[in-house]
């Protein structure tokens, strides 16, 4: 059973910068893709940010291309969304999630419904 727990979140003001943090255990075949979904009240969630801990390819939506940046560490136990630039349309709670998706990476893995793992999210607030 993966467990994802996300930690970083804040407020910040537009133009500023916060980097999420994602720690996974039992870290296994079943989680070599990793997400990032956003989700605002009202609104449906989105895949803003995910990376394959198979080859490290990247894919972002293009909302946030150019300002996010997905990583991970050497022990594929924590995966970084660094996010620069902020504005108040990336307000919202940001999951990380999970799952086990064969190549390529686009467009599965911005689909919040094909990850079977969800940590608890994080709230990041952009406000003046």
């Known amino acids: 059973q993966v467990q994802l727990v996300e930690s970083g979140g804040g407020k910040v003001q537009p133009g500023g910068s916060l980097r999420l943090s994602c720690h996974a255990s039992?870290?296994?075949?079943?989680?070599?893709?990793i997400g990032w979904i956003r989700q605002v009240p009202g609104e449906e969630r989105i895949g803003v940010a995910c990376i394959s801990i198979r080859d490290d390819s990247t894919y972002y939506d293009d909302s946030v291309k150019g300002r996010f940046t997905v990583s991970r560490d050497d022990t594929n136990t924590t995966v970084y969304l660094q996010m620069d630039n902020l504005t108040p349309w990336d307000t919202g709670v940001y999951f990380c999630?999970?799952?086990?998706?064969?190549?390529?990476?686009?467009?599965?893995?911005?689909?919040?419904?094909?990850?079977?793992?969800y940590g608890q999210g994080t709230q990041v607030t952009v406000s003046a």
């Open positions: 039992g870290f296994t075949q079943d989680s070599e893709t």
């Open positions: 999630a999970a799952d086990s998706h064969p190549p390529p990476l686009y467009p599965r893995c911005t689909l919040p419904d094909e990850y079977r793992y």
